[in-house]
């Protein structure tokens, strides 16, 4: 059988047309199998980014919840403090009532030694004789209540803790 030229040029032309057809076919597949390894590869990365968000918003409400913590450890500090400061001006009330009550003991007190001595026919007052007006004795009379300092040691002095209502 023998070929003419021209059906040799078309069998060259049909095999290039079928290479061609071939390759655009294999491009267009790869193509497709490249978009999705692409769209997978985009797909996990957006996977990665969602846990790291998921991380750091854990991370956020631990320490959301340790600044909250904090915050009620600040006002309960703060509340005691301001319950401490009212024990004190309180003892320091009490302190100053105290020291009054004392001083007016004491002015009664020296009141009724001179109202005493005044009655008392032992003692001898100034028109007597030329003596002292006061009578003779072995403790001097005191007027001002006696301040002793607390013996000091290493431990140091007890209070009495204010009392926390019952909640």
Sequence with gaps: MELDTSTIIW???GVI???ALIA???WIATSNRRREAQVEARRREADEMRERAAEVDQAAREREVRAAQADAAARDAQARAAEAELEAERLADAS???RTDAERLRAEQ???ARGAEAVDPDVIDDRDEGRPAQPERTEPERTEPERTEPARSSEP???EEPRQPNT
């Design 17 to 19: 047309a079928l290479i």
């Design 11 to 13: 069998i060259v032309v």
């Design 24 to 26: 655009v076919v294999a």
């Design 110 to 112: 020296a009141e009724h």
């Design 96 to 98: 100053r009532e105290h």
């Design 157 to 159: 002095p007890r209070t």
